[in-house]
T-cell receptor, first 112, second 114 residues
Framework: GENVEQHPSTLSVQEGDSAVIKCTYSDSASNYFPWYKQELGKRPQLIIDIRSNVGEKKDQRIAVTLNKTAKHFSLHITETQPEDSAVYFCAASHNYGQNFVFGPGTRLSVLP | NAGVTQTPKFRILKIGQSMTLQCAQDMNHNYMYWYRQDPGMGLKLIYYSVGAGITDKGEVPNGYNVSRSTTEDFPLRLELAAPSQTSVYFC?????????????FGPGTRLTVT
């Protein structure tokens, strides 16, 4: 079955710096890759996603890149702000929404 | 819209007891999911459903059962609860017909088995 790895497990950056989180997946049949943000005690919320037919997607300060050949995708956050502090999860899915497998998460701390 | 709702919010079970976690969505989403999240860990898919009457196993289905008799409801049944099932349980839903695959999560049920 699918296996999703995520690095680093914790990340601290200064406010205004960039943060990058990387995920790798094992199943070449996966075709949908979302990123979720989870604040302490809250439910996960989608921040950006990418499909296998796209190499890069951007939404304001957040971008995701996908390398299908290498089977990895990355989340890039620029100009980080204290409210970006949270746990971020990547995931991979077959058939656009079936059988999601999540990575273990990255705890991002943005230091003022 | 209420979105995805889950009941109860908290529950303490004794070992060997059974219970049903309720999940409902009012967005007419076709796909629904159950996840568990252990402390400090990621989400593990227990079961999912692509429509009423259709369910399939995820990564960690042992010890759980589901049914989907309507589009709106997707209850999760725990039989013979064990301490290893102590976790936060999230239900989620997605509408795939519009090619938008965002999962909307419920607020979660915190379950402790002692």
């Amino acid at each position: 079955g699918e296996n999703v790895e995520q690095h680093p497990s914790t990340l601290s950056v200064q406010e205004g710096d960039s943060a990058v989180i990387k995920c790798t997946y094992s199943d070449s049949a996966s075709n949908y890759f979302p990123w979720y943000k989870q604040e302490l005690g809250k439910r996960p919320q989608l921040i950006i996603d990418i499909r296998s037919n796209v190499g890069e997607k951007k939404d304001q300060r957040i971008a995701v890149t996908l390398n299908k050949t290498a089977k990895h995708f990355s989340l890039h956050i620029t100009e980080t702000q204290p409210e970006d502090s949270a746990v971020y999860f990547c995931a991979a899915s077959h058939n656009y929404g079936q059988n999601f497998v999540f990575g273990p998460g990255t705890r991002l701390s943005v230091l003022p | 819209n209420a979105g995805v709702t889950q009941t109860p919010k908290f529950r303490i079970l004794k070992i060997g007891q059974s219970m049903t976690l309720q999940c409902a969505q009012d967005m007419n989403h076709n796909y629904m999911y159950w996840y568990r999240q252990d402390p400090g860990m990621g989400l593990k898919l227990i079961y999912y459903s692509v429509g009423a009457g259709i369910t399939d196993k995820g990564e960690v289905p042992n010890g759980y059962n589901v049914s989907r008799s309507t589009t709106e409801d997707f209850p999760l049944r725990l039989e013979l609860a064990a301490p290893s099932q102590t976790s936060v349980y999230f239900c989620a839903s997605t509408e795939t017909s519009a090619a938008i695959y965002e999962q909307y999560f419920g607020p979660g049920t915190r379950l402790t088995v002692t």
